[in-house]
C-alpha cells in the first residue's frame, strides 16, 4: 500500500477510495447493488446462529458487517480501520474498531471464524504482507472472504464505458500508468491468479463468482439518457440482458468474490 494512499486516507478523504453504498448515480447504485447482493448470499451460507468473530480488513463504515448483522445475531464483529472517521462510525454502530494498517494487524493467531478481505487487495504492492497474517488468525477449517476487481473487467475500466471522457486514460491503460478513475488500484488480478496465489498461502477454494458485466459505451448511453430525463437503469430489459451476459461472459465481469477456508 503506497504512502500517498495512507496518507490521504488518514486525512479523511476515504470516500476518494471507499465509496458510498448509496450512490445517488443509477449506473453505479446498480453495480454496487449487484455485488452487495453477491456478498449477502455468501454470508447466508457461511453465518451460522452460533458465537462467531469476524474480522473485517478495511472495514469501512461497516456495510459488509451490517449484512452479516441481517444473517447473524451472534456475532462479535471487529473492524480493522486506517481512518479514524470510519472508526468512529463503526463505533457508533455497535462494533468493535481498530485503528491500523491491513499490513500489520495486531490480532492473536487463531481467533477468527471468518476474515473479510473485501476490496483492499488491489491497492496493496504484494499481498504477501496480509495473506499470511489471515491465515495465521483464522482458525481451522475458518473461511476468508475476498473480493477485488477483476482484472479484465469493464466496469473497472471507466475510459471505456465513458468513451471520450477520459481519452487520455486509454494510453496510461496501455503503458500500465496510474488512471485517474480508480489512481489507487495499484495491481489488478484475472480470477486464476488470485486463485493461484491464495492457494500458495494454504487457503483451500470453497465458492467462487464473478459478477456485474458492463457494456462498453455504457457511461455515454446513460449520460445521453440522463439529458433526455430517461434513467435507463430502471428497463428491466437492461437490466435481464447485462445479467444474461454476466453469467455468459464471466470473464469480463467486474468483480472476483472469492470463499476460501484455511487448511491446517
Known amino acids: 500500500m503506497s504512502k500517498d494512499f495512507k496518507e490521504i486516507y488518514r486525512r479523511g478523504r476515504v470516500y476518494d477510495f471507499t465509496g458510498k453504498y448509496e450512490s445517488t448515480g443509477p449506473m453505479e447504485r446498480y453495480y ?6 453477491s456478498i449477502f448470499m455468501i454470508l447466508r451460507k457461511i453465518l451460522r446462529e452460533r458465537p462467531c468473530l469476524i474480522l473485517d480488513l478495511g472495514a469501512g463504515d461497516g456495510t459488509i458487517l ?4 441481517n444473517v447473524s445475531t451472534k456475532l462479535f464483529p471487529v473492524g480493522l480501520e486506517l481512518s479514524k472517521d470510519h472508526c468512529i462510525t463503526l463505533r457508533e454502530k455497535g462494533y468493535n474498531p481498530i485503528i491500523s494498517d491491513v499490513e500489520y494487524i495486531p490480532i492473536r493467531s487463531e481467533v477468527a471464524e471468518v476474515v473479510f ?13 496480509v495473506l499470511p497474517d489471515i491465515f495465521r488468525i483464522l482458525k481451522n477449517g475458518g473461511n476468508c472472504l475476498i473480493s477485488t476487481p477483476n482484472k479484465f473487467g469493464i466496469y473497472e475500466y471507466k475510459e471505456l464505458v465513458y468513451v471520450g471522457s477520459h481519452s487520455i486514460d486509454i494510453i496510461n491503460m ?12 495499484i495491481k489488478l488480478y484475472s480470477l486464476k491468479e488470485l486463485l493461484n496465489i491464495l492457494e500458495s498461502y494454504g487457503f483451500h477454494r470453497e ?9 462498453p459505451f455504457l457511461g455515454n448511453i446513460k ?6 430525463s430517461v434513467d435507463v437503469f430502471k428497463s428491466n430489459m437492461l437490466k435481464k440482458v447485462l445479467q444474461m451476459l454476466e453469467r455468459k461472459i464471466q470473464v469480463l465481469n467486474f ?7 484455511k487448511n491446517a
Open 117 to 129: 478481505f473485501l476490496d483492499v487487495i488491489e491497492h496493496l504492492r504484494s499481498p504477501s504482507r
Open 207 to 215: 465458492y467462487v463468482t464473478t459478477v456485474g458485466f458492463c457494456l
Open 223 to 228: 449520460f445521453f439518457a440522463q439529458l433526455l
Open 66 to 69: 451490517d449484512l452479516a448483522n
Open 32 to 37: 454496487q447493488q449487484r455485488k452487495l447482493k
Open 174 to 185: 496501455i503503458r500500465g500508468r496510474s488512471r485517474s478513475n480508480f489512481p489507487y488500484h
Open 255 to 261: 468483480l472476483i468474490i472469492l470463499l476460501c477456508e
